[in-house]
């Protein structure tokens, strides 16, 4: 694609070190390369992404990683090598012609949007949102950027920013095109997304529900997405109650799944809110607590206030009876919104949210502004 489109900018993309920063990541470099805009990966070495990106055709560069630091000589010796990789970067700027840096946040993109903010005639600051709130590193950098991408609408009077695009949460191209899980069974499809951080209480969650609410056996085929240390016991659960019933490890490509569903319940991670709302799924999102993901409650309750989906308050809020009522009362009810759910996700248009990126982007590098 990139030898057969003239090239007309060198972007730098930093900030890729989640499943959820690559997922977005990806989507909008495949619609900058589509543009002639040609991006470079900046990654930690040995970074699990540095892989799928190279088998992209994207040229990956080394960034340094920047832990905590705790002491006076920790932090003197991360203030000297964050220097010298902003020196890094203001060559590679140079030597590669690079007009732009897209920053999707983590601290490993410090060093280049640091570059970028001393030489802002040469290289243009972009910066991804993907949580209802501006990420803390991109903090100082909100000013300076050329461009700030938004998630949602209702972010945009709250920041009061006059270099703002609302753009959507970007969805992998892979997503959109799948087809859906071929499932024999004419009960009502029940997708479980399950989390990396506290995956027990999700898993203890699905089946109280199922041993305590019949009605949720009876109506509902159950698909679960779990960890790879769960897997076994779950599905061993499932065969013993005789349950409807599938378990998945993680999937790299949750497109079937999704398509196959008529509701989900899951974590509202940025990554499962843009699939799940590209493909105007109803949902049920249970935050962790703010102490544990911060931005997980303000996505759940700002998605709720909007109503693009259900939200069950998160375990520091009210008692587990209460909850489990709440969740099944929206099992038995969901349809009854299910129209005007989907004309508000439909609104929100995330499935064009990288295209909304990458043509804003090659606006603004062409000088357009």
Known sequence: MADQIATKAIVLLTGVNSRERYKAAVAVAGDLRFRGIIPIVALPKNSIYERFFAERGYEVIPTPVFPESKGLLLKIAKALKMGQSIQDFLKIFEIKSIKGVLSFGGNISLPALEAAARVPKKVKIFLVEQNADIAKVHEDFV?????????????????????????????????????????????????????????????????????????????????????????????????????????????DNRGPVLKAADIVISRPNSDVIAEITALKKQAVYIPLPQSKDYFQKLNGFLLAKSGAAFLIEDRTAGTPAKRYKKLVQILSTYTRQQDVMKDKLAEMDFENSSKRIANDMEFLLQGKC
């Open 143 to 251: 000013s300076k950027a050329a461009r700030v991408y938004l998630p949602f609408q209702e972010m945009e009077a709250k920041l009061n920013l006059t270099n703002s695009l609302v753009a959507g949460i970007p969805v992998e191209r892979e997503v959109m095109r799948s087809e859906p899980m071929e499932l024999t069974t004419t009960k009502k499809k029940l997708l479980v997304l399950g989390c990396r951080k506290d995956s027990k209480e999700f898993n203890d969650m699905v089946f109280y529900l199922l041993e305590n609410f019949s009605e949720i056996k009876r109506d509902f085929y159950i698909i679960q997405e779990t960890g790879e240390k769960d897997l076994a016991s779950i599905s061993r659960y499932y065969e013993k109650q005789k349950i409807d019933a599938s378990c998945e490890m993680f999937y």
